[in-house]
T-cell receptor, first 115, second 110 residues
C-alpha cells in the first residue's frame, strides 16, 4: 500500500525558534498534501491543504504566516512552525493524496514540544 | 457547516464483549466514509465505505454505511485488550478533504 513518511518523529525546541517538518510520499506521487494538528484527547483538525506547485489553502483560524507550507514536488511537502510557542506543542500529521483515491494513509506524525 | 459526530465518546467494556461504535454525518459533496484506529501514533486505516448496505469485514471488525440515514457503525466482536484505542470516523469530501469526528475512546479491561 501507499507509504507516507514524516521527519522528524519527535522534536523539542525553545520558544521563539522555527521548526520544519517534512512529509514524503514514498511510492506514489502526491498531488495534494493535507496537514493536521491534534491536541491531547482531541480529534484531528485540518490546518491546510497544499497542491503541488501552488499556494496552500488554510482553514479558518490557522495563521498562514505562522505555519508555512511548501509543496515544491510531488513527493515532498514541508510545514514550518515559525517562532514556535508552547501553545504550538501538538501532534502534527500529514496525509498525502492523489486524484486516484490513495487518500486513506497518514504519515506517522511528528510530536512537537515547545519549551 | 460540515460535521461528523461520533458516539459514544468513551466506552469501557470487558474483554470478550461486543461493541458498536456510531458515526453520523452531515457533509456536502460526500464521497466516502472512513474508519481509523489510533493508538499512540497516527491513525491506522481500517475501512473505507462508499456504498450503502455493503458490510466490510476484517477479522473481528466490521462496518456498514447507511447513506439514506447518514450514519455508519463499526462493530468489534470478542474484544481484546489490544483493541483499546481511539476510533475515528471521517468523511471524505469531493476535493479529498477529510472531516473527522471527535473519536470514541474504547477501553477493554481484562
Amino acid at each position: 500500500g501507499a507509504v507516507v513518511s514524516q521527519h522528524p518523529s519527535w522534536v523539542i525546541c525553545k520558544s521563539g525558534t522555527s521548526v520544519k517538518i517534512e512529509c514524503r510520499s514514498l511510492d506514489f506521487q502526491a498531488t495534494t498534501m493535507f496537514w493536521y494538528r491534534q491536541f491531547p484527547k482531541q480529534s484531528l483538525m485540518l490546518m491546510a491543504t497544499s497542491n503541488e506547485g501552488s499556494k496552500a489553502t488554510y482553514e479558518q483560524g490557522v495563521e498562514k504566516d505562522k505555519f508555512l507550507i511548501n509543496h515544491a514536488s510531488l513527493t515532498l511537502s514541508t510545514l514550518t512552525v515559525t517562532s514556535a510557542h508552547p501553545e504550538d506543542s501538538s501532534f502534527y500529521i500529514c496525509r498525502a493524496g492523489t486524484g486516484g483515491g490513495e487518500t486513506q494513509y497518514f504519515g506517522p506524525g511528528t510530536r512537537l514540544l515547545v519549551l | 457547516e460540515d460535521k461528523v459526530v461520533q458516539s459514544p465518546l468513551s466506552l469501557v467494556v470487558h474483554e470478550g464483549d461486543t461493541v458498536t461504535l456510531n458515526c453520523s454525518y452531515e457533509v456536502t459533496n460526500f464521497r466516502s466514509l472512513l474508519w481509523y484506529k489510533q493508538e499512540k501514533k497516527a491513525p491506522t486505516f481500517l475501512f473505507m465505505l462508499t456504498s450503502s448496505g455493503i458490510e466490510k469485514k476484517s477479522g473481528r471488525l466490521s462496518s456498514i454505511l447507511d447513506k439514506k440515514e447518514l450514519f455508519s457503525i463499526l462493530n468489534i466482536t470478542a474484544t481484546q485488550t489490544g483493541d483499546s484505542a481511539i476510533y475515528l470516523c471521517a468523511v471524505l469530501q469531493g476535493a479529498q478533504k477529510l472531516v473527522f469526528g471527535q473519536g470514541t475512546r474504547l477501553t477493554i479491561n481484562p
